[in-house]
């Protein structure tokens, strides 16, 4: 048997909506049948009352109290004098003892109580009321009884209160469920649907309902969700495909070479090792490409720390050797950004070199701070990048031609590898216009603490 944890929606809901009714109805009727209740006592009372006034006026001009009254409505009555003596009772209570020992006060003359130990009536209890009258021989108290009514009143009232009850308890057992199984229909066949959809197919999309309501949000975000799914999918499938060519190249390169080795015998053999060893170099950064995209994707970033943007670019072009054109410098003091600083060392690398590569005579390195942002610049003035290819370039294995004969070793990777860094840091890496050659722009957000507040934090 299934645990209530194990239950589903549409049983807890139609359980505890029929709890909830269920509440209401014992509270409801126990209001009625209380109400009910009170009422009847009330005219019981009111007869008993009654009963005793007419004996009053039957007595009233009497010198003698006729031992046995008439029957005047009341079950049991009888004429008691102040000394407790029981002076008449009408025929049921001829001969019976006393059936009540409570007093009325003499003001306001009367009083009613509930009596349960009266020998003539076992098992039961009665209602009496007492009221001192004035006859020719004296005060005396009339007291009439008659059996109260139960706590439920009428029976038959009672029984088609409770069975109306039920009644009203199918109807809303019966109704939450239909009701909430209607309600859950969509979530019905946004399941099945998902259940549908595969790594094969995952262009299929869940069922939006017409109504705009919280499921209409859940199958939306669900549809969402799949489109970003597709596209990683996609991603994944082409990133494969592409890994797989470029790494397929280097191999198949380095083993016609080893071939055709072992089939000349005059082979250049240090030329051989020098050629397989270009092709493994060109594997090795490939995989190591590869690896950082798969670090950058895993959203698991390194302990990061505030650190001065300007300072970390100047030591990167200090740590290059001298390429064929120089590197101006335009680097404002204390822009600090949070950030992994090997991750922007990469980054700055990867942009120097493909300026290097691109650049005609000169390369400018900028970093300011602008708009609460930290912005570092690398232009070059080579050929620059077409508007309609820039955002081509930071796409995976994406190489343009020129790029392609500049640097046939290259992975296709480095300026993917720039964006996922920059967007990993909560900033942007763009191509911007510029008048000559291609200009890369970084953004990162500034930390927002000044650098006297960092004390305990390595700065460089």
Request: charged share 25%; aromatic share 4%.
């Amino acid at each position: 048997m299934r645990s209530p944890r194990q239950w589903s929606v549409r049983l807890r809901l139609t359980i505890w909506a029929t709890a909830a009714a269920t509440l209401a109805c014992a509270v409801t009727v126990g209001f009625v049948l209380d109400s009910n209740h009170e009422a009847r006592m009330s005219d019981q009372l009111r007869d008993v009352y009654s009963a005793d006034l007419r004996v009053l006026h039957k007595l009233t001009g009497k010198s003698v109290v006729p031992p046995v009254l008439p029957d005047e409505g009341p079950t049991a009555m009888q004429v008691v004098d102040p000394s407790g003596k029981i002076v008449s009772a009408n025929a049921r209570m001829v001969g019976q003892p006393r059936m009540a020992y409570f007093v009325p006060p003499r003001r306001p003359g009367a009083m009613d109580g509930v009596v349960c130990d009266v020998p003539s009536f076992p098992d039961r209890c009665l209602t009496v009321a007492a009221m001192w009258i004035t006859a020719p021989s004296g005060p005396l108290i009339v007291y009439g009884g008659e059996p109260a009514h139960p706590w439920y009143g009428d029976g038959a009232f009672a029984a088609i209160l409770v069975a109306g009850a039920l009644i009203w308890l199918i109807l809303v057992a019966v109704g939450t469920d239909f009701l909430v199984g209607r309600a859950l229909r969509p979530v019905v066949a946004i399941t099945s649907e998902l259940a549908e959809i595969t790594e094969k197919r995952p262009g299929r999309r869940v069922p939006v309902p017409a109504h705009h309501d919280e499921i209409r949000y859940l199958a939306t975000t669900v549809n969402r969700t799949l489109r970003l799914l597709e596209g990683a999918i996609k991603r994944e499938r082409r990133f494969t495909s592409d890994v797989s060519h470029d790494l397929r190249t280097p191999i198949t390169g380095a083993r016609l070479r080893l071939e055709e080795a072992l089939t000349d015998p005059d082979v250049d053999w240090p030329r051989t090792a020098h050629d397989v060893l270009d092709d493994m170099e060109r594997q090795q950064a490939l995989a190591e490409d590869i690896l950082t995209m798969a670090r950058m994707d895993d959203d698991r970033l390194p302990p990061q720390a505030p650190a001065d943007l300007g300072q970390l670019a100047r030591r990167e072009i200090e740590r290059r050797p001298h390429g064929r054109v120089p590197i101006e410098t335009d680097l404002e003091p204390d822009v600090i950004v949070f950030c992994d600083r090997l991750l922007i060392s990469r980054l700055l690398a990867n942009l120097l070199d493909n300026a290097q590569r691109h650049a005609a005579t000169r390369i400018t390195v900028a970093v300011r701070a602008e708009d609460g942002t930290g912005v570092l610049v690398v232009a070059d003035d080579g050929a620059g990048i077409a508007p309609e290819f820039r955002e081509l370039v930071f796409e995976r294995f994406a190489r343009l031609p020129e790029s392609r004969e500049l640097d046939p070793k290259g992975t296709g990777l480095g300026l993917a590898i720039c964006r996922e860094i920059a967007q990993a840091h909560q900033g942007s890496l763009t191509v911007a216009d510029s008048a000559r050659g291609a200009c890369m722009v970084l953004r990162l957000p500034l930390h927002s603490e000044p650098p006297s507040a960092q004390e305990g934090f390595p700065m460089i």
